[in-house]
């Protein structure tokens, strides 16, 4: 399916692309054969940012920083403020004004240049979104198997018979409270991050036999307390 679209879009643009060369061949009247050239190749430029700007997806859902979304504004006036300035001046070069042929080329490569000039700068725009998605990834992996390894706990005291009821309290709130932390990009927030996985891992195994790992519990889990705390302080 993909590759059928792919070639249909291929022949679509093509076939646009015929009907601007055989239009401007038609009609050329008295029109130089270089000027002629030059028109066709502006032509065929606008099409063609037109044709790739709204005949392709917008969005790539596998891609999940969504990094187009950054230079679709800058893609599109960026498109309409070349193709109008560079219709205006071919339509005026040859009709008003009669410009030469070197003259012509020359405003258009200089239109050419601010084009380019934006399209980089909307890939810029991109790159940045994908930079700030990849960061607040990699700042939130830490808070997510802070949670995960929580979840896990919690999974092992509701299997396990014969333990305090605070205890059961104290962790159900524990991990529900692990929302109130946000992403921090600092290495405080990962060593705490770190350790607290580690003592929630060691909480595991101890919790298999309360009675005689209670004091050891009892421990483990204010240091759990006191870690959260620390590291919801942490905002950077």
């Keep these: 399916m993909n590759n059928t679209k792919k070639i249909l879009s291929w022949l679509l643009l093509l076939f646009g692309e015929a009907i601007i060369i055989t239009a401007f061949i038609l009609f050329r009247g008295e029109m130089q054969t270089d000027i002629l050239v030059l028109n066709i190749v502006v032509c065929s430029l606008v099409y063609g940012l037109f044709f790739f700007n709204y005949g ?20 599109w006036v960026t498109t309409w403020f070349y193709a109008i300035l560079a ?25 050419l240049f601010f084009l380019f000039m934006w399209l980089l700068l ?22 997510n198997e802070m949670k995960t390894a929580m979840q896990q706990l919690k999974d092992k005291t509701n299997g396990t018979d014969g333990l305090p009821e605070q205890l059961t309290q104290r962790i159900d709130a524990l991990e529900e409270n692990l929302r109130f932390i946000s992403p921090a ?24 036999d309360y009675s005689m790992n209670e004091e050891r519990i009892e421990s483990n889990l204010k240091k759990l307390e006191r870690i959260y705390q620390n590291r919801k302080s942490v905002l950077w």
Aim: charged residues 25%; hydrophobic residues 45%.
């Design 185 to 208: 990009n600092s290495s405080d927030a990962y060593e705490l991050e770190k350790t607290f996985i580690e003592i929630v891992n060691e909480l595991k195994f101890a919790i298999s």
């Design 122 to 143: 909307s890939r810029h725009s991109a790159d940045k979104v994908k930079e700030v998605y990849e960061a607040e990834t990699k700042n939130r992996s830490g808070i």
């Design 56 to 75: 392709t997806p917008w969005i790539d859902l596998k891609d999940k920083s969504q990094k187009q979304v950054g230079a679709l504004g800058i893609s």
């Design 87 to 111: 219709i205006a001046t071919m339509v005026a070069a040859n009709t008003m004004l009669e410009l030469a042929f070197v003259t012509q080329l020359i405003i258009h490569c200089v239109l």
